[in-house]
Every structure is written in structure tokens, then in C-alpha cells.
């Protein structure tokens, strides 16, 4: 039996954005292994207004004009049409063309599409409110110069704590550690104005190991799930880090994400530095660029 024999329609489209979610962060090819496949099996679904915002990733990413032939509406879909039905399911957890249709009505009627021909989806294209959609998914703290650092302040930690520091100064960014802060009141409320205020998060799940009857048990960090969660409720990028030997102590709502797997702080900081290079973009201060930039 093959990994992926016994998935179902719907696991198999979350196994597609997990795959998706890889390329864009450079891996050409993501290995698929055992665990990934159970993972895309138990992941929650994308909610529509994810799906929403992925169409129109997709249609600004392959169309400079911004006008796409879809294709789905009961006639033969033109040759060019078939790559970007392709991605937009991949991207969306459609599982059919007939649920991407459906999604693309829905987005008619909300006034964020706009078909050439009313009532046809042989083309369409974005309107100005699906522009500023675009515009508000890309803006998050554009202008910000600060990662925020979210991880186990452990004394063992140090050293990987001055790497994500190191990181981050790399790539052109302010490192923002809130126990180098000076703060009175409530450390939440601290945590929760620097992230606001942060163009992306560096989130390390790396925890302690507890013995259990004779087994080993990870103990989660609370605080890093709570500011993760918090960064992306915001629209505020979270780049996902993880000790290798602590990989399998996650909890299973995030494990999908592509986390940096990391095993001596030399080592995370040049993962790190190359993860926000590619996901955030290098800032004007970077010491560290790719060798294309170099040239």
C-alpha cells in the first residue's frame, strides 16, 4: 500500500497545502513522509476565508493583468486556463473544479471578483475591493523593522536565543527578546503591543522533557502557542522553529507547519537567516543576502 492509498479527497487537498506551503519557502521538492501524511489526515480543514484569500494570491501571483480565464462554467477551458485551475485547487483544498467554482461565485457575489460576461466564469478577474483585499493580506507591518522572538527563556536556551537574535540582525531586522524590555503592568500586555507593532515572529517550540512512568514527555511551552496564534490572528508573518530531538512534542494542530528542524545554534541561525530572507524579504541592513543579490 502507498502513502497516500488510503487518503481521502479531503486529506489529500490538505496534504496539497502542506506541499504548497514548502515550495514557497523554497524546497523544490517536499519530502512526504509517513508522519506528514498522518498529520494531513487529522489537520483542520482551511476555513472559505482562507480559500478566498488564497484564489486571489494565486490570480495576483500568475496573471500581471489580473484577469484569469477560468474555464468552469460547462464549456471546454481554454489550454492556458489548465495551469491555474491546477494551482487554485492546490492552493484553495478544493477538491474538485466544481467546488472552485463554487468559490469563485461566492467571491462574485461578495464583490471581490467580477466576471467579464455576467453570469459566466469563463473569465474573471479582481475587482477594486478584491484589490484591497490583496493589499490588507500583504500589509501587515510593512514598515516595520522589528522581529519579535518567541521561545523557551530557558538558561539552557541561551545560546539558541542569541542565535535567533543573531538571525535576525542578519537578514536586516531588529531582534525584539521581551526580556530585554523594559516594561511595568502586565507582561502580557507587554507580549501582545511588541507583536502588533512587529513585522513577523520568530516562534522556537523547542521544550523540556519530563520523565512519565518510565517514558519521556514533552512539556510544552504555553506562552510560545499563545503568541504564534496571537501573530497570526493579526496577519503578522510567523516563521516556525523547533530543536530536531523536540519534533516530537508538538502539538498536532501545528505540526504541519514547515518549521525550521534545527540541532546546534550555528546551524539555526543560518537556517533562520535564510527562512526570513525568503519569507519576509531581506531588510535594508541585511549582512547576509543570497548569492544572486551578491552578484
Not at 7 to 17: D, F, G, H, V
Not at 124 to 146: C, I, M, P, W, Y
Request: hydrophobic residues 40%; proline residues 4%.
Amino acid at each position: 500500500m502507498t502513502l497516500l492509498e488510503d487518503l481521502t479527497p479531503a486529506n489529500k487537498a490538505r496534504l496539497s497545502t502542506w506541499i504548497v506551503s514548502r515550495r514557497r519557502l523554497g524546497e523544490e521538492v517536499p519530502l512526504v513522509t509517513t508522519t506528514v501524511v498522518d498529520d494531513a489526515k487529522i489537520a483542520r480543514g482551511m476555513r472559505i476565508s482562507e480559500r478566498k484569500d488564497q484564489f486571489l494570491r494565486v490570480l495576483a501571483l500568475n496573471d500581471p493583468t489580473l484577469t484569469f480565464r477560468f474555464g468552469l462554467d460547462g464549456t471546454p477551458p481554454a489550454t492556458v486556463a489548465q495551469p491555474f485551475v491546477g494551482k487554485l485547487l492546490s492552493w484553495t483544498e478544493c477538491t474538485n473544479e466544481g467546488d472552485l467554482l463554487k468559490l469563485a461565485k461566492m467571491m462574485v457575489e461578495e464583490g471581490l471578483l467580477e466576471t467579464v460576461q455576467p453570469g459566466k466564469f469563463e473569465r474573471v478577474h479582481l475587482t477594486s475591493k478584491g484589490f484591497e483585499r490583496l493589499e490588507a493580506l500583504e500589509a501587515a507591518n510593512r514598515d516595520s523593522q522589528q522581529g519579535f522572538i518567541a521561545m523557551w527563556f530557558d538558561d539552557g536556551m541561551a545560546h539558541a536565543a542569541a542565535a535567533i537574535a543573531d538571525a535576525i540582525e542578519d537578514a536586516g531586522y531588529t531582534p525584539m527578546i521581551i526580556n530585554n524590555k523594559e516594561h511595568t503592568g502586565d507582561i502580557t500586555d507587554a507580549i501582545i503591543a511588541e507583536i502588533r507593532r512587529s513585522r513577523f515572529v520568530v516562534a522556537d517550540f523547542t521544550c523540556g522533557v519530563a520523565d512519565a512512568d518510565g517514558r519521556k514527555e514533552g512539556v510544552p511551552r504555553g506562552g510560545v502557542y499563545f503568541e504564534a496564534g496571537f501573530a497570526k490572528g493579526l496577519g503578522v508573518e510567523v516563521i516556525w522553529a523547533c530543536r530536531k530531538d523536540c519534533i516530537p512534542y508538538l502539538h498536532f494542530d501545528t505540526r504541519q507547519n514547515a518549521h525550521i528542524v534545527w540541532d546546534s545554534p550555528v546551524d539555526l541561525r543560518e537556517k533562520l537567516t535564510r527562512r526570513i530572507g525568503a519569507v519576509v524579504g531581506y531588510g535594508a541592513t541585511a549582512r547576509a543576502k543570497p548569492p544572486r543579490e551578491n552578484a
